[in-house]
């Protein structure tokens, strides 16, 4: 089974930019893959994702600034964050999913504030 690592995440002031990296140890080809985040006492929710045709969707509350993207011959898949926002601390995951199968990454931790 591919198995996720993020990197990227870190402490940024508002308006600030991150950049977070979510590497397979597999081809992640045919997955859709997701950027997920969770605040505290709060529910994950989902950021973006990428489908294997990349056709990609976004929260509207990040649209416009945050881009997810893939590279397969990595097996990475990238979310370029813009512009945050305090409302953005969270830990970020990534997910691979494929039919019945949804596998996640351990998660990175992004804190805006100055």
């Known amino acids: 089974q591919v198995q996720l690592v993020e990197s990227g995440g870190g402490l940024v002031q508002p308006g600030g930019s991150l950049r977070l990296s979510c590497t397979a140890s597999?081809?992640?080809?045919?997955?859709?893959m997701g950027w997920y985040r969770q605040a505290p006492g709060k529910q994950r929710e989902l950021v973006a994702a990428?489908?294997?045709?990349?056709?990609?969707n976004y929260r509207p509350s990040v649209k416009g600034r945050f881009t997810v993207s893939r590279d397969n011959a990595k097996n990475a898949v990238y979310l370029s964050m813009n512009s945050l926002k305090p409302e953005d601390t969270a830990v970020y995951y990534c997910?691979?999913?494929?039919?019945?199968?949804?596998?996640w990454g351990q998660g990175t931790q992004v804190t805006v504030s100055s």
């Open positions: 997910n691979a999913g494929l039919h019945a199968n949804s596998i």
């Open positions: 990428i489908t294997a045709s990349d056709n990609t």
């Open positions: 597999g081809s992640i080809d045919r997955y859709t």
